[in-house]
């Protein structure tokens, strides 16, 4: 057990990022301070310290401070980006579960929430230098609209993107007749929007469905802020109270 590492790990943890001393150790450290140490994988002992710092109630930026300061005492400048994914996916993972257990889903669409699509940008920006994407704002209110027709609305705007984007796509709605996608990848979602527009049309055969949609739907991408604040910023001037 590389006790050495550890404590050196600790103290520099301690003196400079880590907010309670008392919750800092866990078993994942070992293994990954002795991967680090040995030349071995480092990737799943950071995954499992992920899981293990959300589980505590650690935030992601104290936990990727906390992992510097592992790569510091070893004279590193930094860790290496597998190694900072693998936390955060770790990280990630465990979130996602607490909220698959309560508020992961919105009610009306079916979408994650928009807390989920936080978390999942969070994720991103910790793996990326600058913009980790694009955001793609999909804009379909059509004036006032009652609670059942708002709900229909909802209903098949939620169907129609998980049709046209599918996993591997966060979204989710920001109320009001806006809805957002967020491309973690190259892919250019030009073919996706084509095929969100052919599902809405479809869609909106339903009678109730069409007076409460806008058509053409009005959709613009934009690449990501380059920070985190950037990006809950133009969410948080997206965001709508439902109408």
Do not use: K, N
């Amino acid at each position: 057990m590389p006790d050495g590492l550890r404590d050196q790990w600790r103290r520099s943890s301690l003196a400079s990022v880590w907010l309670r001393p008392s919750d800092w150790y866990h078993p994942a450290v070992d293994a990954l301070a002795e991967a680090v140490l040995t030349g071995g994988d480092p990737t799943p002992p950071a995954q499992e310290l992920g899981r293990a710092r959300s589980y505590d109630g650690v935030g992601l930026g104290e936990a990727l401070d906390d992992l510097s300061c592992l790569y510091s005492s070893m004279g590193a400048h930094q860790p290496p980006m597998a190694v900072v994914h693998a936390l955060c996916e770790g990280w990630t993972d465990e979130q996602a579960g607490a909220f698959a257990a309560c508020t992961s889903v919105d009610a009306e669409t079916g979408l994650p929430t928009q807390q989920y699509l936080h978390l999942r940008l969070t994720e991103a920006y910790a793996r990326a230098d600058g913009s980790p994407g694009s955001l793609t704002v999909i804009d379909v209110a059509a004036g006032e609209v009652s609670g059942f027709l708002r709900a229909a609305r909802s209903a098949a705007m939620g169907a129609s993107l998980d049709v046209a984007f599918g996993p591997g796509w966060p979204m989710a709605s920001l109320g009001g007749g806006v809805f957002v996608v967020v491309g973690l990848h190259d892919e250019d979602p030009a073919d996706r929007i084509a095929a969100l527009r052919a599902e809405i049309a479809r869609r909106c055969s339903d009678v109730d469905v069409r007076v409460a949609t806008r058509l053409p739907l009005r959709v613009t991408t934009h690449a990501l802020p380059p920070t985190r604040s950037g990006a809950e910023a133009l969410l948080t001037r997206l965001t709508r109270r439902d109408r």
